[in-house]
């Protein structure tokens, strides 16, 4: 069986945006709903549409803005996605791995994925900031079923500490600095793009899961596939679905996302910066 994509698919888009830039970003992030302001504080940035870049996917969601920014962000060479792709925008598993296997081939080592996400765990308020300790995924294939490209990665790969304690422990001691305090749980992937019903949050919940939501696990297990570390953190925009007696609206949840945002920022800053 041939792979749709293979190394060369992927390095026709970074060697695009790598003749764009005169550097290679160590870090990278992966924004998602409302949390794309976070890429303005990139300095000397070089912007692209996703829309250009060969063999890349098209953001489809209006919160997403759809543009890769290359630049500084405390101090450090970064790439900021600001906008990702989900499996309920139609993509399915084994698109998802492109973007983050593009900015392997940038250089990127440190993969930061943001979120909005529901709140299972009722001890959880929204604009909570979750960092991910690790997710539950028993929904379809991995991203990396198919024949290995053994360029990013080996067939079998570990993945017990694939939200890499290293940055958590970063991410705590950044946040006590700044002064902001963070959960710390289990993200469940759900492949919206409804959300949940309260049934499947009770079920969730029974299953070890802290918070829901559609996105960033493919993007880690692709990460984890090429030897990236990763921190994941979600911004709690609201309660999951039967917590509370009324309904989920994208409404509250853009407006956390946007009461939030600075003080996203802020942590996000103080982590690139200390990153190793
Ligand atoms: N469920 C799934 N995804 C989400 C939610 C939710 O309650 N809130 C924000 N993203």
């Known amino acids: 069986m041939k792979n749709r ?135 379809g294939a991995s991203p990396m079923r198919g024949p290995n490209i053994g360029e990013f990665g080996p067939r079998f790969f570990d993945v017990s500490d694939m939200y890499t304690r290293e940055l958590r422990d970063l991410a705590k001691k950044c946040a006590d600095k700044i002064g902001i305090s963070l959960q710390e749980g289990v993200y469940y992937f759900c492949p919206g793009p409804q959300f949940e019903t309260p049934s499947e949050i009770r079920a969730i919940r029974i299953l070890g899961g802290d918070a829901v939501g559609m996105s960033t696990v493919t993007e880690a297990l692709t990460a984890a596939h090429c030897g990236m570390k990763v921190l994941g953190l979600s911004l709690i925009t609201n309660m999951a679905a039967g917590v509370l007696d009324q309904p989920i609206t994208t409404e509250e949840v853009d407006e956390i996302g946007a009461l939030v945002s600075a003080k996203f920022r802020r942590l996000i800053s103080e982590i690139v910066k200390e990153i190793d």
Do not use: W
């Open 5 to 139: 994509f293979d190394y060369d698919y992927f390095k026709k888009s970074a060697d695009y945006i790598l003749d764009k830039i005169n550097f290679r970003p160590e870090v990278a992030m992966i924004l998602g709903s409302s949390l794309g302001a976070l890429a303005e504080e990139i300095e000397n940035p070089i912007v692209i549409d996703y829309k250009d870049i060969p063999n890349f996917l098209i953001s489809t969601v209006q919160s997403h803005a759809g543009k890769l920014i290359l630049g500084e962000l405390s101090g450090k060479k970064v790439a900021c996605m600001s906008g990702r792709f989900h499996f309920y925008e139609g993509y399915d598993f084994e698109q998802l791995v492109i973007p983050v296997r593009v900015l392997h081939l940038l250089g990127v080592k440190t993969l930061i994925l943001t979120n909005a996400a529901g709140a299972v765990n009722t001890s959880y308020r929204p604009g909570d900031i979750m960092i991910i300790k690790d997710h539950i995924k028993l929904m």
